[in-house]
C-alpha cells in the first residue's frame, strides 16, 4: 500500500518543519528506506508500534504502509503535530501522537493491548536521548517486558557498542545488558547522507527481541553493578577492578570459576552473568 499523502519535503516545506539541533532531529525522508525499517520490524499486522519522536512522519508512513495495526507515537516537538495529524487522518485514525517527553512515558497505559496484539518499538531515536531510552526498555523489572520486540535506529558507533562480542573494542555495559536476555542484531546500516540534515556520521538500525534470560535467577542489580564495576576500569584484572565491591574479589572470582587475571574486555556475557549470580548469593 503506498499512501496518497504528499512527499516529505513537501511537508517539511509546508509546516515549516526546519530541524533543530535541540530536539535530536536529523528526518529521514525517503520512504523507501523507512518502509524496509519497518520491514524490519516484523509482520505489523497484528502490532501496536510505538515510535518515539516521529518528527514530520517518514518512519511513521513507513510503518503504516507496512501495514502496522495501529501506530502511537510521542513527539515532543509540538510544530510536527499538524503535519502527523494529517497521517493519521490519511491512515483512518491508525495513529495516535501523544506531546511529551518520551523518556517520561509509561508505556504500556499508553499504548493499551487488545487480545492478540503484539506491542513493538520502531524508531529513528533522538541522539540526544537514544542511549538513556534503551536503558530505560533493556532494564525493565518484568520479564519478558510488555514489548515483543525494538527496532531502533543509533549512531552507528553505538550500534556496534550493542551487539559488540568479548574481545571488541566496542563491547561494554550496553552488549551486556542487550545480550543477556535478548538475541540483537545490526539490521540495516543507513548512511550520514540519507538524513536531513545529515549528521556527521553514520548510523545503523539494531532489532532486539527479548529471550529467556540465561539465567532467570540473577537479579538485575547485581548484574548491573558487577558490569559497572568491571567495565569501570576495563583495563585492569578483574581482581583489581571488582575491589570496590563489598565482597572479596578473589572469593567472588573464584566461586565464579572465573580468572582473577582476565579482564572485562575479554569476559563473555555468560561469564558476567555467573559473576552476578554468585555476587548475589554472596551477599544474602
Ligand atoms: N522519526 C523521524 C524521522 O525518522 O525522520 C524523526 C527522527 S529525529 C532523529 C528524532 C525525533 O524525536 C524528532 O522529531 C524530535 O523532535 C523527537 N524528540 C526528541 N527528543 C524527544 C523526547 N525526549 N521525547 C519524544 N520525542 C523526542
Given at each position: 500500500m503506498t499512501d496518497k499523502l504528499p512527499p516529505l519535503r513537501e511537508v517539511i516545506r509546508e509546516f515549516d518543519l526546519r530541524a533543530?539541533?535541540?530536539?535530536?532531529?536529523?528526518?529521514?525522508?525517503?520512504?523507501?528506506?523507512?518502509r524496509k525499517i519497518a520491514r524490519v520490524a516484523g509482520d505489523l499486522?497484528?502490532?501496536v508500534v510505538y515510535e518515539v519522536g516521529p518528527g514530520p512522519g517518514g518512519l511513521t508512513r513507513g510503518l503504516l504502509a507496512e501495514g502496522a495495526k495501529r501506530v502511537v507515537a510521542v513527539e515532543m516537538d509540538e510544530r510536527c503535530l499538524p503535519a502527523l495529524e494529517q497521517i493519521s487522518a490519511a491512515y483512518g485514525g491508525a495513529l495516535t501522537v501523544h506531546k511529551g517527553d518520551a523518556l517520561e512515558m509509561d508505556e504500556p497505559s499508553l499504548l493499551g493491548q487488545s487480545e492478540g496484539e503484539k506491542l513493538r518499538i520502531a524508531s529513528n531515536l533522538p541522539y540526544n536521548v537514544g542511549t538513556m531510552l534503551l536503558i530505560k526498555w533493556l532494564t525493565l523489572p518484568e520479564w519478558k517486558p510488555w514489548f515483543a520486540s525494538l527496532t531502533l535506529m543509533f549512531q552507528r558507533e553505538v550500534a556496534e557498542r550493542i551487539v559488540a562480542k568479548p574481545g571488541n573494542k566496542a563491547y561494554g555495559r550496553l552488549s551486556v545488558l542487550a545480550q543477556w536476555r535478548?538475541?540483537?542484531?545490526?539490521?540495516?546500516?543507513?548512511?550520514?547522507?540519507?538524513?536531513?540534515?545529515?549528521?556527521?556520521?553514520?548510523?545503523?538500525v539494531i532489532h532486539y527481541e527479548p529471550c529467556e534470560p540465561i539465567d532467570p535467577l540473577v537479579k538485575l542489580k547485581d548484574l548491573e553493578l558487577v558490569?559497572?564495576?568491571?567495565?569501570?576500569?576495563?583495563?585492569?584484572?578483574?581482581?583489581?577492578?571488582?575491589?570496590?565491591?563489598?565482597?572479596?574479589?578473589l572469593a567472588l572470582l573464584s566461586a565464579a570459576g572465573i580468572k582473577e587475571t582476565s579482564r572485562a574486555e575479554n569476559l563473555s556475557v555468560e561469564e558476567f552473568v555467573r559473576l552476578a549470580r554468585v555476587y548475589g548469593d554472596m551477599r544474602t
Open positions: 533543530k539541533k535541540s530536539f535530536g532531529q536529523n528526518f529521514l525522508l525517503d520512504l523507501n528506506l523507512t499486522s497484528d502490532s535478548g538475541k540483537v542484531r545490526i539490521a540495516v546500516s543507513v548512511p550520514a547522507a540519507a538524513f536531513t540534515p545529515a549528521p556527521k556520521v553514520a548510523s545503523a558490569v559497572e564495576r568491571a567495565f569501570g576500569q576495563r583495563r585492569k584484572m578483574l581482581r583489581a577492578s571488582l575491589k570496590s565491591l563489598p565482597v572479596d574479589p
